[in-house]
């Protein structure tokens, strides 16, 4: 069984704020748990805010140019770039919303970095080992909606490769690598909620097998060569 | 707080199958319930399962081909299609994994009835509402790994639109619609897992704002007209 509990209670993130102290009062921490932090708060702790002019209706289309390596979309103001992580979202990940007037919040510098000092302050606050994933909300190509991916991981699979297990009808499974960390993203998404201003999630009871070291940038980005769709 | 239950212990579904019976007597449901199903067991109960020729490896492909209405990339014998749902996806949903030798198992002819008709079929036996999710595996474009998506749905929104509803910070939020469904359908496969063959969970707890009349058909795929990636 999966259990998945919002952390509730999170003050305003500012820049500089201790976000794993103020999760790790918030909730009790057990070995195995992922805790699953949205990029808002993340960026907000790390300072990745800039001005930005509420009258100039240009300003935010500039600085989500700004912040992209490749325009792949673009219909009047939205813009679907690619960023310098490689991630391909709406407007290189610029938000405006859950954040003052007069403010846009960027993605963070290094997704993973962050995840990993996040859990290293969690781990030596709880004295356990934990997970984290640091999460995004993107849309899709094909499918309408939004849901929430893994930006960064720290000690959980980005992927887990199932290629060459066998099937339950022993059967070798082919090209099965499952985004595990997405997967995580989204479930901790359903107890956070964009309005609901829940920050944070702990995603407790993951197969242990799937934590481990690894990395969104390099296991979940896809290389444009091998993209079928750049 | 949320729950994801595996149901443990189904035996191998053939055409005909009581699908709501087998999962019914392996799980207490309760009210606001979603009870998640892969699309594996639902074809194979509604017999949408094909002889193939596993000597011949063009096979899949124009099976592949047979189900599609666009072909939108190809590599090899891998396609990406669009299938008569709308769906993008590999191989249009063909898939000769978890099942027997020498043949190929279909996607549903219409997802969203099944989930409807197996959502009826579950509250005759349990005397509980509770809303069912059809899920399948599909990969993405620019990310690494595979997903569950929702492919069908009854009685919990496949998407939750919160355009309008204030942030945190009492501002309206833009273009949030969140794809309700397809976080559900994340969530269900993370104790579910391709090798284990386990193809149903129960989604305990989630917000009964989402628990609604809806379809995947209506809600979550894209017309070609506003779609920016075909």
Redesign the interface.
């Known amino acids: 069984?999966?259990?998945?509990?919002?952390v509730a209670g999170l003050p305003e993130v500012v820049a500089g704020a201790p976000l794993a102290e103020l999760i790790a009062e918030r909730c009790e921490l057990r070995a195995g748990d992922v805790v699953v932090v949205t990029q808002k708060v993340v960026s907000k702790a790390e300072g990745r805010v800039v001005a930005i002019d509420p009258d100039d209706e240009q300003a935010k289309l500039r600085l989500a140019l700004s912040e992209a390596v490749r325009v792949l979309?673009r219909?009047g103001e939205l813009v679907?770039t690619e960023t310098r992580h490689g991630?391909?979202c709406a407007n290189s990940g610029v938000d405006l919303?859950?954040?003052?007037?007069g403010y846009a919040v960027l993605l963070p510098v290094d997704p993973d970095r962050s995840a990993r000092r996040l859990r290293d302050r969690l781990r030596a606050l709880s004295g356990v080992e934990v997970a984290v994933v640091v999460t995004d909300?993107f849309g899709?190509?094909?499918?309408?909606?939004?849901?929430?991916?893994a930006i960064g991981v720290a000690g959980v699979a980005?992927?887990a490769d199932?290629r060459g297990?066998?099937?339950?009808?022993g059967?070798t499974?082919?090209a099965?690598?499952?985004?595990?960390a997405?997967?995580?993203a989204?479930?901790a998404?359903?107890?956070m909620?964009?309005?609901?201003?829940i920050p944070a999630a702990i995603?407790r009871g993951?197969?242990p097998g799937f934590l481990r070291s690894s990395s969104v940038a390099g296991?979940?980005?896809?290389p444009p060569a091998e993209?079928?769709?750049?």
């Open positions: 069984m999966l259990s998945v509990l919002p979309r219909r679907i991630f391909v919303s859950n954040v003052a007037e909300t899709r190509a094909w499918r309408r909606g939004v849901t929430d991916v980005a992927v199932l297990a066998p099937d339950a009808l059967r499974l082919m099965t690598v499952v985004a595990v997405d997967e995580v989204a479930a998404d359903l107890v909620g964009k309005a609901a201003g995603v993951i197969d296991e979940i980005v896809r993209d079928l769709f750049r």
